[in-house]
């Protein structure tokens, strides 16, 4: 079965580094996601990404963060100068159609665990 | 500010039983509804989706939804320990993201 897949799986950075994470969707989805979680908290919506825009962000998703998909495969979150509450695992996730649709629901990767120091 | 609220647990129920999962949303506006099973380090795994009021059933799992009472639950027939988990509600509002609650640790007991 097709999956989404997230690397590194783990990933290790001191405060005020700029960290990348990387997601390749399920090849045929058009919707795509990044959500995270806070260690014993809550998952929580980032950004939504849509024919290669934003199609909606969260209040987390600061001027910090960024989005880019550079070729027909990779889906990137970047953050620019990260801070010790950004350490989270952070979850990609893809759909073929909007996930109000009916039979197309959020496919998740296996998360990156993002911990900075 | 839209909430989804779940009893956080743990549920402990014996292996066989029927686990009951209970989750309330503060929005009538709400379109979409769906339980997820997390496993401790893993991703959300969907299980369930519900649209319309009333039951739906999907082999040992059955989803309740009942817009009136802003009420969505997930019943686990014949529990079995792989069962054991957390289970995540989410609801959807009008766009295209899913506001999780905190989730129910449940647990079978054999």
């Known amino acids: 079965e097709p999956e989404v897949t997230q690397t590194p799986s783990h990933q290790v950075t001191q405060m005020g580094q700029e960290v990348i994470l990387r997601c390749v969707p399920i090849?045929?989805?058009?919707?795509f996601y990044w959500y995270r979680q806070i260690l014993g908290q809550k998952v929580e919506f980032l950004v939504s990404f849509y024919n290669n825009e934003i199609s909606e962000k969260s209040e987390i998703f600061d001027d910090q963060f960024s989005v880019e998909r550079p070729d027909g495969s990779n889906f990137t979150l970047k953050i620019r100068s990260t801070k010790l509450e950004d350490s989270a695992m952070y979850f990609c996730?893809?759909?073929?159609?909007?996930?109000?649709?009916?039979?197309?629901?959020?496919?998740f990767g296996n998360g990156t665990r993002l911990t900075v120091t | 500010q839209k909430e989804v609220e779940q009893n956080s647990g743990p549920l402990s129920v014996p292996e066989g039983a029927i686990a009951s999962l209970n989750c309330t949303y503060s929005d009538r506006g709400s379109q979409s509804f769906f339980w997820y099973r997390q496993y401790s380090g893993k991703s959300p795994e969907l299980i369930m989706s519900i649209y319309s009021n009333g039951d739906k059933e999907d082999g040992r799992f059955t989803a309740q939804l009942n817009k009136a009472s802003q009420y969505v639950s997930l019943l686990i027939r014949d529990s079995q320990p792989s069962d054991s988990a957390t289970y995540l509600c989410?609801?959807?509002?009008?766009?295209?993201?899913?506001?999780f609650g905190t989730g129910t640790r449940l647990t079978i007991i054999p």
């Open positions: 989410a609801v959807m509002w009008g766009n295209e993201k899913l506001t």
């Open positions: 996730a893809s759909s073929e159609s909007r996930i109000s649709s009916y039979n197309s629901p959020l496919h």
């Open positions: 090849s045929n989805h058009l919707y």
